[in-house]
């Protein structure tokens, strides 16, 4: 990449002096080691760098080891992801043209979203001033160790078979009963489409969906599509729906709510093929009965760390609603960023809201996730004002789809406590609190603080708003999630407003604030006639069993109709049966387990994927495989890929038939910390969200309900090879037709080597495989593999979907002779 210069120019004011300093600094980024990384700083200005008097802020989510930094510097830990290199008293200066490595030591480093982002330089002179190094590269990396090779991909992908598009499932995901007719429904012209007037928003998706087909043409004698509400074979969902496809009578639809027409046509939609100009459409008379396995199918986007603007979140909708998930979790605020207008409290946007430099956090939040210093630069500055909002969620009640939003609480609030803090009467902390702690992501002040009439005051502001702008919208609030994760050791230990509280009621522990601030927030959310959603800590009792401390249900919430969103089953931490345990005491419980619902964890251990570790790695097996009744059977790996110990289950509660009718369904979660760029949402989210929405929708699958591993296995690879080539030869090529720039991650290929020749293969059927044999990336233009290749020299293999578009590129190269 060819050096651009950075003209850094400050205008500063000492006095009544005008005082100008500028610079020209290159930066670059390099992982030398499994556990070693460099900064080169090279001075591109015609004056030095001083020796003293500056220092480069940078996000990244790793630390610098402390005493490992050479060269004269140091890297400091400012607050959270954000750092800074200061210079030391062994570094004298920078001369023009002159380079300069900072050498340091860190923990391993997954993959690119670990790499520092987003670096600006201060001087001390002009402190509030932060001015962006443009020109600065973070050099991918390679491992040998810890990585999926092209040869252990091919074994992965020899676990599914090869079937012929026109012996595939019809309809996706898998409905509870097809069944093929004789004979095709011909259309030659745009049918009509008779409704009630209750299903006229049915009616115009209908037409929306045929439209291309036949424009706006229309012809006596074409039979109709029938749209209708009655009643639908034997279930109880009001989800519920029947396809017909009749060669005679056409197409007929009916749901036992608009809800089931609306999923009747997304399964009508999964049957149409690609249009052919002046062709009609032609349709294989069918018969669908279909209701979901669970009333709620959801997925929640974190648009607080990272803000994703209004038209990313309608086009989310828009797959949601294709794929029949019917909730969308909108979370909305974090430490990092509070993303919707409230009326009458405009701090909140304007300060919580933007993100830049400098750090007071008095006009807006500091850097994170590489923002950088400028205030307003995308996703880390943004929100949704009064009528983005009200349109998002009109927008996704056409769709069957309810809203539910998250406001943090009383932890990850930091957005919130910073807006608030000149608000006496809505005011979050207490001024005078002196506890010491700090969160998991690394903040010392996020807390609201419990003992404050005025967080109360400001929940129910905030309550009321959101209420009124659902109303609004025509859609009612009916749940609303409050938060409740994370809150750290430490919290209000100092606060005098706690400790008088505390007083004041007989109160022993600051342990007991939690039920007191729930108990609060129950009943501001009762008298809007809502039932309190959370994080799982809203449903347990921290306690101590043999000397240790674990967290129990909470009796005393059970019975109050919470809903607890469960995610800590990490195989190994101690929690894996919390769902479970939470579900058989009462608690309504949405599964969204983090090893195989967090879709913010990287695709697999190599480095050129984009995501997160803690929890494992997520691809599209791993929500597809998940058994929600009973996970621990087909739990194999933990978190770091390695067989996993059966006895991580061993003593673990199990479902009860009890707790079976709390489980009220299961949620994917995308968090945003390594999603701030264009297209990375789609990336994270496609094709993970089909394994989402089959388990969600379709019936348990045989290979759930069968007994013995061996017959199990066979069933479950069958039902997996049913999946990638859904997925692969009819899903992804028909997003390619109708959702514009959809960024989806194209699988990379497999490649084994064999007698002199290469293998190749490919997760997802359906993706053209091109090669080159120079050690090149192939292109539109290289050859498409179309049998073994001869393994000479560096073949290089990518896929590429019907666009043209590529993946990530599998490489071998043949031993030098």
Do not use: C
């Not at 290929?749 to 091109?770: D, H, K």
């Amino acid at each position: 990449m060819r050096n651009r210069l950075l003209a850094l120019s400050l205008a500063l004011m000492v006095g009544a002096s005008p005082v100008s300093a500028q610079t020209a600094l290159q930066l670059r980024w390099e992982l030398v080691g499994d556990t070693q990384a460099a900064f080169t700083l090279t001075n591109r200005d015609t004056k030095p760098l001083a020796a003293t008097g500056w220092a480069i802020y940078f996000s990244a989510l790793h630390s610098a080891d402390s005493g490992s930094v050479g060269a004269g510097f140091d890297i400091q830990d400012v607050m959270a992801d954000l750092h800074r290199i200061v210079p030391g008293a062994g570094f004298a200066g920078l001369a023009p043209g002159a380079t300069i490595k900072i050498p340091y030591v860190t923990e391993p480093l997954l993959n690119r979203s670990f790499a520092p982002s987003g670096p600006y330089i201060v001087f001390d002179a002009a402190q509030d001033v932060g001015v962006p190094l443009s020109d600065y590269v973070a050099a991918p990396f390679q491992r040998s160790q810890r990585v999926v090779t092209p040869q252990a991909q091919f074994a992965l992908d020899a676990e599914a078979r090869d079937i012929p598009a026109s012996e595939l499932p019809p309809v996706f995901p898998t409905p509870v009963q097809v069944t093929k007719g004789t004979g095709a429904l011909r259309l030659s012209a745009m049918p009509q489409v008779p409704a009630p007037a209750e299903l006229a928003n049915e009616a115009a998706f209908a037409a929306e969906y045929l439209r291309p087909y036949f424009g706006s043409a229309r012809k006596a004698g074409v039979p109709a599509l029938r749209l209708e509400v009655g009643d639908v074979a034997d279930y109880a969902s009001p989800e519920t729906y029947t396809l017909v496809v009749d060669p005679v009578q056409g197409i007929r639809i009916v749901g036992a709510s608009p809800a089931g027409v609306f999923y009747g046509l997304q399964s009508l939609r999964s049957l149409l093929p690609a249009p052919t100009p002046r062709a009609g459409l032609v349709l294989p008379a069918i018969r669908v009965v279909d209701a979901p396995r669970f009333g709620y199918r959801g997925f929640m986007l974190d648009v607080a760390r990272n803000f994703h603007p209004k038209a990313a979140v309608l086009r989310t909708l828009d797959l949601l609603a294709r794929y029949k998930l019917n909730v969308f979790h909108m979370h909305l605020t974090d430490d990092e960023g509070w993303r919707v207008e409230i009326a009458g409290l405009p701090e909140l946007t304007a300060v919580g809201a933007r993100r830049g430099h400098p750090l007071d956090s008095k006009g807006f939040l500091q850097p994170a996730f590489g923002s950088g210093p400028q205030v307003g630069g995308a996703y880390g500055s943004g929100f949704y004002s009064h009528a983005d909002y009200v349109e998002i969620v009109r927008y996704a009640a056409a769709r069957h789809i309810e809203v539910i939003p998250e406001i943090e609480m009383p932890g990850h609030a930091r957005a919130a406590i910073k807006a608030m803090a000149g608000n006496a009467q809505y005011r979050l902390t207490d001024p005078n609190d002196r506890s010491a702690y700090r969160s998991v992501q690394g903040y010392p002040d996020n807390v609201m603080d419990p003992a404050l009439e005025s967080t109360y005051g400001f929940i129910e502001r905030v309550v009321s708003d959101l209420a009124a702008m659902h109303r609004e919208a025509g859609a009612p609030l009916r749940n609303i999630h409050m938060g409740g994760d994370e809150v750290p050791n430490g919290v209000w230990v100092g606060s005098p407003a706690v400790q008088a509280y505390m007083r004041a009621h007989g109160l022993t522990s600051v342990d007991d604030l939690w039920f007191v601030f729930y108990g609060r927030v129950a009943q501001i959310l009762k008298a809007h006639d809502l039932a309190l959603s959370g994080w799982e800590e809203i449903a347990v009792r921290k306690t101590r069993r043999e000397g240790r401390g674990t967290n129990i249900p909470n009796p005393d919430f059970a019975g109050r109709g919470w809903r607890a969103y469960v995610w800590n089953n990490v195989p190994g931490w101690g929690a894996e049966d919390l769902a479970y345990r939470l579900a058989n005491g009462g608690y309504e419980v949405v599964l969204s387990p983090v090893t195989n619902y967090y879709f913010d964890l990287a695709w697999n251990q190599n480095p050129e994927e984009t995501g997160l570790d803690w929890g494992g790695y997520l691809d599209m097996r791993k929500p597809f495989e998940f058994i929600p009744f009973d996970y621990y059977r087909n739990a194999r790996v933990d978190r770091e890929g390695n067989p996993l110990n059966p006895a991580a289950f061993v003593g673990k509660d199990r479902l009860t038939d009890y707790g079976r009718a709390h489980i009220v369904g299961i949620q994917g979660n995308l968090w945003s910390e390594t999603i701030g760029g264009e297209g990375r949402l789609d990336y994270m989210l496609v094709p993970k969200l089909f394994g989402l929405a089959e388990r969600a929708w379709a019936p348990d699958p045989d290979w759930a309900k069968e007994a013995g591993r061996v017959k199990s296995d066979s069933l479950f690879r069958e039902g997996w090879s049913r999946l990638v080539n859904v997925v692969g030869k009819r899903e992804l090529p028909r997003l390619d037709r109708e959702v514009s720039r959809l960024n989806y991650r194209i699988p990379t290929p497999g490649l084994q080597v064999a007698g002199g020749m290469v293998y190749s293969s490919v997760e997802l059927p359906g993706f053209i495989l091109r090669y080159t044999t120079d050690g090149s990336d192939p292109t539109v233009r290289s050859a498409e593999v179309r049998g073994p290749i001869p393994f000479r020299g560096t073949v290089s293999v990518a896929a590429f979907n019907t666009t043209g578009r590529k993946g990530l590129t599998a490489r071998v190269t043949a031993p030098l002779p």
